[in-house]
């Protein structure tokens, strides 16, 4: 048993928990959108094709907002192919994933299914094959409320009232040379700048996202933010970052710590956002857009993209099935993200259906939840009011990636409205249990009023259709309030919420 202590006071508010931290991801890519949120054919879809048993589970997961259609399939969309009667609609190449793309859903689709489901879209604008004119004519077609071309198209589409989408994206991964439009950092900066300028002339209150780096690996990292914000900062409001984590050579401990590089990759951007800020001499403060995040096993077969003439319609893609390990590491980058809400203001899972996704789907049949699904529902559900940030003192283990790294991980929030004190927290030992230790000063009275554990002696279990609830969080008994302090054991490679209120 190795012991943790956390200390949880009220004053050490880091920010608001933002719902917008709970965002996921629908691209035009495998099955994700057909027979994933669109399938006609299902006993629950309705007129619109849309799966209802899929709608219920996105309501289950507590997505906020959904960024949408792509990913590397925006980098060659033609947005204006999915308006207007299905019929009429031309199938096209989509380059990205060696698919073609039926257009049978597109943005009024799409607009429907987020009204449906609750969920706030975040759209993205193609900056790879396409420029200002495009992302401008995608703009008025969705914002402006009437007497334009592409405003009356829309309202001839059905939609009589502005979309007032909020959430732009500038392109996408555009440091990506498997990018369709990939570009350098200054041939991009410039079109973002422009493409922002000229958005903003349609509507000032916007929100835009311009592209950070892939991933932290990139050899641009770093100067690709400075470069591409130098020149951009003025005129957006977040740089996105993204990253995937992966088990690589069965290195589990590694892959138990992701989220230390999480944590690296947030710090990095922001102080990189902060130096341009500074040298610019800029009043606004840009902030991040974590709008890709999650485990992806990209050198397993099912991530490799048909080949030659072969052209399929959602082609089973990047369905990754995804093991009680990989929840736990779910659990711990949302562990990071939460912890860093005074400068990550949104993020996406990518992505929600089928593809490196926590729900799943046969085609016409059933859905379930693989494991990262409970995670990610449980802190949505209960993670309210501020971030707390903690004082952790854990003992460390050594690992090949990140050298030593605390065994346990942890965050909290406070809902001043409700009084509940949520502790969230990951047991990164491969072969110990941790025996947590919380002491709850300024909190005077709390008690436990539930503690869950996702955990398994066989971290490799995967969540099926026949059967996504043999491992799921389990009440850990083990959790109890003594003294103003909270103790409970965890075992070795697990995601722990501990929810506290008065007794
Ligand atoms: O989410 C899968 C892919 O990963 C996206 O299309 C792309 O943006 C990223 O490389």
């Known amino acids: 048993m190795l012991p943790a202590t956390v200390t949880v006071d009220p004053a050490f508010v880091v920010g608001p928990v933002r719902r917008r931290t709970f965002g996921s991801f629908v691209e035009h890519l495998g099955?994700?959108?057909?027979?994933?949120?669109?399938?006609?054919?299902?006993?629950?879809?309705?007129?619109?094709?849309?799966?209802?048993?899929?709608?219920?589970?996105?309501?289950?997961?507590?997505?906020s907002t959904v960024r949408y259609p792509g990913g590397n399939f925006v980098s060659g969309y033609r947005w204006e192919d999915g308006v207007g009667p299905v019929a009429e609609r031309p199938r096209r190449l989509d380059l990205a994933w060696h698919s073609t793309e039926p257009n049978l859903v597109g943005v009024d689709e799409f607009m429907r299914w987020a009204r449906r489901t609750g969920v706030e879209p975040m759209m993205?604008?193609?900056?790879?094959?396409?420029?200002?004119?495009?992302?401008?004519?995608?703009?008025?077609?969705?914002n402006v409320s009437a007497g334009t071309q592409w405003s009356e198209r829309r309202r001839a589409n059905g939609a009589q009232d502005p979309y007032r989408i909020k959430m732009w994206c500038l392109g996408n991964e555009m440091d990506g040379p498997w990018q369709i439009g990939a570009k350098t950092a200054h041939e991009y900066g410039r079109l973002a700048t422009e493409a922002a300028r000229a958005m903003r002339m349609i509507d000032p209150d916007l929100e835009l996202v311009v592209c950070g780096s892939s991933n932290s690996g990139m050899a641009t990292f770093g100067a690709w933010e400075h470069t591409v914000l130098t020149e951009a900062y003025e005129h957006v409001d977040h740089v996105s970052a993204h990253a995937y984590y992966y088990e690589s050579d069965g290195d589990l401990a590694s892959f138990l710590a992701s989220a230390v590089d999480m944590d690296h990759f947030i710090d990095s951007v922001a102080a990189t956002a902060d130096a341009v800020r500074a040298a610019?001499?800029?009043?606004?403060?840009?902030?991040?857009?974590?709008?890709?995040?999650?485990?992806?096993?990209?050198?397993r077969a099912e991530s490799r993209?048909?080949?030659?003439?072969?052209?399929?319609?959602?082609p089973v893609l990047l369905e990754d099935r995804y093991n009680v390990?990989?929840?736990?590491?779910?659990?711990?980058?949302?562990?990071?993200?939460?912890?860093?809400?005074?400068?990550?203001?949104?993020?996406?899972?990518?992505?929600?259906?089928?593809?490196?996704?926590?729900?799943?789907?046969?085609?016409?049949?059933?859905?379930?939840?693989?494991?990262?699904?409970?995670?990610?529902?449980?802190?949505?559900?209960?993670?309210?009011?501020?971030?707390?940030?903690?004082?952790?003192?854990?003992?460390?283990?050594?690992?090949?990636?990140?050298?030593?790294?605390?065994?346990?991980?942890?965050?909290?929030?406070?809902?001043?409205?409700?009084?509940?004190v949520v502790v969230f927290a990951t047991n990164r030992s491969t072969t110990?249990?941790?025996?947590?230790?919380?002491?709850?000063?300024?909190?005077?009275?709390?008690?436990?009023?539930?503690?869950?554990?996702?955990?398994?002696?066989?971290?490799?279990?995967?969540?099926?259709?026949?059967?996504?609830?043999?491992?799921?969080?389990?009440?850990?008994?083990?959790?109890?309030?003594?003294?103003?302090?909270?103790?409970?054991?965890?075992?070795?490679?697990?995601?722990t919420m501990i929810r506290l209120g008065s007794a």
């Open 31 to 63: 099955r994700c959108v057909y027979t994933g949120i669109h399938d006609p054919g299902h006993p629950t879809a309705g007129g619109d094709g849309f799966r209802g048993d899929v709608v219920e589970l996105t309501r289950e997961l507590g997505v």
């Open 124 to 142: 993205a604008v193609n900056l790879g094959t396409r420029g200002v004119q495009e992302a401008l004519d995608l703009l008025e077609y969705c």
């Open 280 to 299: 610019g001499k800029h009043r606004n403060r840009v902030h991040i857009s974590f709008d890709e995040w999650n485990v992806w096993y990209q050198k």
């Open 305 to 314: 993209p048909p080949s030659g003439d072969d052209w399929p319609v959602a």
């Open 325 to 420: 390990a990989d929840a736990v590491v779910v659990g711990n980058l949302l562990i990071s993200l939460l912890r860093h809400t005074d400068r990550v203001h949104a993020a996406s899972q990518a992505q929600l259906v089928n593809v490196i996704a926590p729900i799943m789907t046969e085609p016409g049949g059933r859905s379930w939840k693989q494991t990262i699904f409970h995670p990610f529902a449980l802190t949505s559900r209960h993670a309210a009011g501020d971030v707390l940030r903690l004082a952790i003192d854990s003992p460390v283990t050594e690992t090949a990636r990140f050298g030593e790294v605390p065994v346990l991980d942890a965050v909290a929030t406070h809902d001043a409205a409700t009084g509940e």
């Open 432 to 495: 110990d249990d941790v025996v947590l230790d919380v002491d709850l000063r300024g909190f005077p009275g709390l008690v436990v009023r539930e503690a869950l554990t996702l955990s398994n002696p066989d971290h490799t279990w995967a969540a099926t259709a026949e059967d996504d609830t043999t491992v799921a969080p389990r009440l850990n008994t083990t959790a109890r309030t003594a003294d103003g302090r909270v103790r409970a054991e965890l075992p070795p490679v697990s995601w």
